[in-house]
């Protein structure tokens, strides 16, 4: 059983679309993030909600809206996508405290043409 | 505020041969360390974290790392090196008060046979 999940694992898709990419863990954390790693490697926090409730909300363009329905899932929707959204976008989930470890999905790889 | 520096951004070094990657912290407070590692394709997972107690801290697959409070510094290391160590490494920092973790720019671990 997969611990955290994402849907899709690859998405292509062409500059001006909307598209969404879907988390869900089978852990019972209480916490869950987004995370971009572009093509250096290089983690970027996006989002954060505990509880269904947003607490890290990084300085992302406002096209990107997380939407957590319940503790288990997290949805990142991406509007009027760019060139520059292209990059490996990871759903994370931790129990929430303080030195907790964060468990990872295997990655969403967003191509915009 | 806190930053993460990884010295090396890749680290060549021969089968069946020590390893160190290097992690530098700056902090003015208390804080938790972790190393995670992500293997081609994947997503993070960790290899071991650093919260209290005793500074020399054992992690999976061989790994260890040293918390020098002094040096500011988590340095990890490996004995020997196997082919299917080939991943990219990272060192993160939280304050103890906070589970935001933030991220060093990864080392490249390569393998040479």
């Known amino acids: 059983d997969t611990a955290v999940s994402q849907t899709p694992k690859y998405l292509v898709t062409q500059m001006g679309n909307d598209k969404s990419i879907k988390c869900e863990q089978n852990?019972?954390?209480?916490?869950m993030y987004w995370y971009k790693q572009d093509s250096k490697k290089f983690l970027k926090i996006m989002f954060s909600y505990n509880n269904k409730e947003l607490i890290i909300n990084e300085t992302v363009p406002n096209r990107f809206s997380p939407k957590s329905p319940d503790k288990a899932h997290l949805n990142l929707h991406i509007n009027s996508l760019e060139l520059g959204d292209s990059a490996v976008y990871f759903c994370a989930s931790s129990p929430g405290g303080a030195g907790e470890t964060q468990y990872f999905g295997p990655g969403t790889r967003l191509l915009v043409l | 505020a806190q930053s993460v520096t990884q010295l090396d951004s890749q680290v060549p070094v021969f089968e069946e041969a020590p390893v160190e990657l290097r992690c530098n912290y700056s902090?003015?407070?208390?804080?938790?360390l972790f190393w995670y590692v992500q293997y081609p394709n994947q997503g993070l997972q960790l290899l071991l974290k650093y919260l209290s107690g005793s500074t020399l801290v054992k992690g999976i697959n061989g790994f260890e790392a040293e918390f020098n409070k002094s040096q500011t510094s988590f340095h990890l290391r490996k004995p020997s090196v196997h082919i299917s160590d080939t991943a990219e490494y990272f060192c993160?920092?939280?304050?103890?008060?906070?589970?935001?973790?933030?991220w060093g720019a990864g080392t490249k671990l390569i393998i040479k046979p």
């Open positions: 993160a920092v939280s304050r103890n008060s906070n589970y935001q973790l933030i």
């Open positions: 852990l019972g954390h209480d916490t």
């Open positions: 902090s003015s407070v208390s804080v938790y």
